[in-house]
């Protein structure tokens, strides 16, 4: 089992940056591939982001390529998004995920997943 628990959302104006967290417990952190995935009210589940249990190789899509950056400690068994110049449609809840295959579209699927981190932008 993996047990993966989020941090770092919050509220932020238009324009602004946050760094979430992603950080795991339980069987070997880096062995895992990780997404980030999120969700907005009304609207499905879509993938943002990912990077290989080696951290060689990341997958971003479309609508936040050159804004957020996804990197990963192994030591810390810790995921990061960073994300910069949020616009109020990136308002959601944030969720990671973690599997033993990469997939290069991101999406999965994924074996384990953590309950998500509200990331609320203002305009």
């Known amino acids: 089992q993996v047990q993966l628990v989020e941090s770092g959302g919050g509220l932020v104006q238009a324009g602004g940056s946050l760094r979430l967290s992603c950080t795991a417990s339980?069987?070997?952190?880096?062995?895992?591939?990780i997404g980030w995935f999120r969700q907005a009210p009304g609207k499905e589940r879509e993938s943002v982001a990912a990077?290989?249990?080696?951290?060689?190789?990341?997958y971003y899509a479309y609508f936040v390529e050159g804004r957020f950056s996804i990197s990963r400690d192994n030591a810390k068994n810790t995921v990061y998004l960073q994300m910069n110049s949020l616009q109020p449609d990136d308002t959601a809840v944030y969720s990671c995920?973690?599997?033993?295959?990469?997939?290069?579209?991101?999406?999965?699927?994924?074996?384990?997943w953590g309950q998500g981190t509200q990331v609320t932008v203002s305009s």
């Open positions: 995920a973690a599997g033993l295959t990469w997939y290069t579209n991101g999406k999965g699927p994924y074996e384990y």
């Open positions: 339980g069987r070997a952190f880096s062995g895992y591939n």
């Open positions: 990077i290989s249990w080696s951290g060689g190789s990341t």
